[in-house]
């Protein structure tokens, strides 16, 4: 078929990706030519498997765990966005050479400003819950947007030390036992840890004391209002989900691969929910 455009997203495991059906209802509501298929790749085969995806005239693929910083390695370029988080999601294939971005900071901006238009981060301190690789997106994010400080609180402080490199003066490490401590007058609290989501331990903390124009924010987005979520908005601050980060990373990818910057539409977060 011309102009048949191959995408899909690897990872090990790979069934619970949403993004086939993210991608496949764009492709679908743009008319494209193109699929976009889960392809399980286990860490053993990645350099192997990868090759196969080029052989067969991949346009690029999205990258999940546990492939997200090993496939650097693979990658011709990897941009300096997704150098300074360090981790791949995104890869565009060109004349057989793999191109690596990081799109979750893309994600996480456009979800707040999509949904929370008027908030602004400039007015005071944020804290970050959680330092794994979703932390790195957000704090990126918060920087670039000119947050004064950030709070970062994680129960493994080693791991929320290594983001000190990010911007030494305006981040600061508490222990997690004092999370609520640190929440206290608080703009912005971001949860990036999976605690909260379906299966996992519950997240145990109280925000009352945060900012009363805070916005508190959760990327676990299963269930979609998370015990985080309720808590905030019995005290009346302004939430917004995780599902939007979800679908807005997706778009730059699609975009770059299809020529078309896909929207976010209520009909698609539906169908993603149920
Ligand atoms: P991702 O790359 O998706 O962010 P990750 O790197 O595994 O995933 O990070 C998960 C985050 O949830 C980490 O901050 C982790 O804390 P540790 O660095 O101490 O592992 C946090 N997390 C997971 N389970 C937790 C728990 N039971 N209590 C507190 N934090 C937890």
């Given at each position: 078929m011309p102009n048949f455009i191959k995408t899909a997203v690897i990872g090990h495991p790979i069934s619970h990706s949403k993004s086939p059906l993210i991608h496949n209802y764009w492709l679908k509501k743009n008319a494209l030519n193109g699929d976009y298929k889960a392809i399980d790749i286990h860490p053993d085969s990645l350099e192997k498997d990868v090759q196969q995806l080029i052989d067969d005239g991949y346009s690029g693929f999205n990258i999940t765990i546990p492939h997200k910083i090993t496939i650097m390695e693979l990658c011709e370029e990897v941009d300096t966005l997704a150098q300074k988080i360090g981790a791949v999601n995104t890869v565009t294939i060109k004349e057989g050479k793999l191109y690596g971005t990081n799109t979750d900071?893309?994600?996480?901006?456009?979800?707040?400003?999509?949904?929370?238009?008027?908030?602004?981060?400039?007015?005071?301190?944020?804290?970050?819950?959680?330092?794994?690789?979703?932390?790195?997106?957000?704090?990126?994010?918060?920087?670039?947007?000119?947050?004064?400080?950030?709070?970062?609180?994680?129960?493994?402080?080693?791991?929320?030390?290594?983001?000190?490199?990010?911007?030494?003066?305006?981040?600061?490490?508490?222990?997690?036992?004092?999370?609520?401590?640190?929440?206290?007058?608080?703009n912005f609290i971001i949860n990036t840890t999976a605690l909260g989501m379906v299966g996992k331990p519950e997240l145990e903390i109280d925000i009352s004391k945060a900012n009363p124009n805070a916005l508190i924010t959760d990327i676990v987005y299963a269930p979609l209002i998370t015990d985080l979520l309720k808590q905030a908005q019995s005290h009346g601050f302004k939430t917004v989900t995780g599902i939007g980060m979800l679908l807005h990373q997706a778009r730059p990818g699609f975009e770059l691969w299809n020529g078309i910057m896909p929207e976010v539409t209520p009909e698609l977060e539906k169908l993603i929910l149920s």
């Amino acid at each position: 078929m011309p102009n048949f455009i191959k995408t899909a997203v690897i990872g090990h495991p790979i069934s619970h990706s949403k993004s086939p059906l993210i991608h496949n209802y764009w492709l679908k509501k743009n008319a494209l030519n193109g699929d976009y298929k889960a392809i399980d790749i286990h860490p053993d085969s990645l350099e192997k498997d990868v090759q196969q995806l080029i052989d067969d005239g991949y346009s690029g693929f999205n990258i999940t765990i546990p492939h997200k910083i090993t496939i650097m390695e693979l990658c011709e370029e990897v941009d300096t966005l997704a150098q300074k988080i360090g981790a791949v999601n995104t890869v565009t294939i060109k004349e057989g050479k793999l191109y690596g971005t990081n799109t979750d900071t893309y994600g996480f901006i456009q979800n707040i400003k999509t949904n929370a238009p008027k908030f602004d981060l400039r007015k005071g301190k944020a804290v970050i819950l959680g330092a794994g690789g979703a932390a790195n997106a957000v704090l990126y994010a918060l920087l670039e947007g000119g947050v004064p400080e950030v709070i970062i609180t994680n129960r493994t402080r080693a791991k929320a030390e290594e983001l000190i490199r990010f911007a030494s003066d305006k981040i600061k490490i508490i222990d997690w036992d004092r999370r609520n401590e640190v929440c206290e007058d608080a703009n912005f609290i971001i949860n990036t840890t999976a605690l909260g989501m379906v299966g996992k331990p519950e997240l145990e903390i109280d925000i009352s004391k945060a900012n009363p124009n805070a916005l508190i924010t959760d990327i676990v987005y299963a269930p979609l209002i998370t015990d985080l979520l309720k808590q905030a908005q019995s005290h009346g601050f302004k939430t917004v989900t995780g599902i939007g980060m979800l679908l807005h990373q997706a778009r730059p990818g699609f975009e770059l691969w299809n020529g078309i910057m896909p929207e976010v539409t209520p009909e698609l977060e539906k169908l993603i929910l149920s």
